[in-house]
């Protein structure tokens, strides 16, 4: 009976041998076992490189260019609201007053007479006469072309001193243009003054240009003091 047993022991160890065998070989690392997680690995950073990274690059980039449209609508409206507001009418009149006094062309007679005609009216005479067009701001030239030209030139006359100072006191009011005046000088000769100096009017071509409704907009009704000298100026031109 004992014989039994023991054969009967010895087979059930003999399988149990053989089952951890078995399993032992199962757990031994084979070349496929590593293989697969690499290619795992490999096809997820292909797929973050070529997929996922875009992706979010381009999300980044739509949230960017979302924010941009957006605040160009607010833009847009705030100057719908700001031009809405201003009055037509109003706005006309303003520019052909503003064309007038700064026209597209500014001929040398026109601008001489205004100026010779107040020296007469205040006692002066005239020793030197001279003007032509000038080219005004050359930093502003732009390859479309928008410049401001001038009409300038040296002029001198005599006359009293309590008459050269009324000229020169009068001499902004009574222009209906926009000038300056640049190297003024006076010197007495046997209680004769002369007056020299350059007076420069301004006017501006008709040119052809693209507007950008992005740029910053200031209503010209900001300056209404600007506005008020063209308006009396413009006058004068009637």
């Known amino acids: 009976m004992s014989i039994v047993s023991n054969a009967v022991n010895a087979t059930k160890t003999k399988k149990e041998v053989d089952a951890i065998s078995e399993r032992v070989k199962k757990t031994k690392l084979r070349i496929t076992d590593v293989i697969i997680p690499i290619l795992v690995v490999v096809i997820l950073i292909i797929l973050g490189v070529f997929v996922f990274v875009p992706m979010i690059k381009k999300a980044v980039t739509f949230q960017t260019e979302h924010k941009v449209v957006l605040e ?6 705030a100057l719908e609201k700001t031009l809405t507001a201003m009055d037509e009418g109003i706005l006309q009149s303003d520019l052909v007053n503003a064309q007038k006094v700064i026209p597209n062309t500014l001929k040398v007679s026109s601008f001489m007479y205004y100026i010779d005609n ?4 205040k006692g002066l005479t005239s020793s030197e006469i001279s003007a032509g067009d000038i080219k005004i701001n050359t930093e ?3 390859s479309e072309g928008n410049y401001i030209l001038g009409v300038s030139g040296p002029l001198a006359y005599e006359g009293s001193l309590a008459n050269a100072l009324s000229f020169l006191d009068s001499l902004y009011s ?3 243009y926009i000038i300056t005046i640049e190297n003024l000088d006076m010197e007495a000769f046997n209680n004769v003054w002369k007056i020299k100096l350059s007076v420069t009017g301004y006017y501006v071509p008709v040119s052809v240009s693209s507007v ?5 907009f200031t209503p010209y009704s900001k300056f209404q003091e600007i506005v008020s000298i063209f308006e009396t100026k413009a006058s004068q031109l009637d």
């Not at 160009?72 to 409206?77: F, G, H, I, R």
Request: proline share 5%; glycine share 10%.
């Open 118 to 121: 107040l020296a007469g009216q």
């Open 212 to 216: 950008d409704i992005y740029s910053k």
């Open 174 to 176: 009574v222009s209906p």
């Open 72 to 77: 160009k609508e607010a833009q847009l409206v």
């Open 140 to 142: 502003g030239e732009t």
